[in-house]
Nanobody, 123 residues
Framework: QLHLVESGGGSVQPGGSLRLTCVAS????????IGWFRQVPGEEREAVLC????????NYLDSVKDRFTISRDNANSRVYLQMNSLKPEDQAVYYC????????????????WGQGTQVTVSS
């Protein structure tokens, strides 16, 4: 079975940091583009960052530029989302997703999804 599992979410004060981890099982992560998405209740899921198999990064949100970084560790089937200087507007459920093609902000381009991890930013 092919699975993605996110972890690392939690509650943090504004200005704090979190590192989300996406672990893949049942398939080799090497040949997939991995995207991080987030969703707030009542809103559409939005793309945040993506890293392709060549480690090229696509940033889909100007609001996270210079605060969020994405990286991958293929040997351990992991992709990370480092989030610094968190703001209340970053609060959402964060999902990782794997796709066979190049990075895309379109959710339909991704074949596998994790269950999501909640990030809460509040004082």
């Amino acid at each position: 079975q092919l699975h993605l599992v996110e972890s690392g979410g939690g509650s943090v004060q504004p200005g704090g940091s979190l590192r989300l981890t996406c672990v893949a099982s049942g398939f080799a992560l090497d040949y997939y583009s991995i995207g991080w998405f987030r969703q707030v209740p009542g809103e559409e899921r939005e793309a945040v960052l993506c890293i392709d198999e060549d480690n090229t990064v696509a940033n889909y949100l100007d609001s996270v530029k210079d605060r969020f970084t994405i990286s991958r560790d293929n040997a351990n089937s992991r992709v990370y989302l480092q989030m610094n200087s968190l703001k209340p507007e970053d609060q959402a459920v964060y999902y990782c997703a794997a796709g066979n093609y190049v990075c895309s902000p379109d959710t339909s381009e991704y074949d596998f999804w994790g269950q999501g991890t909640q990030v809460t930013v509040s004082s």
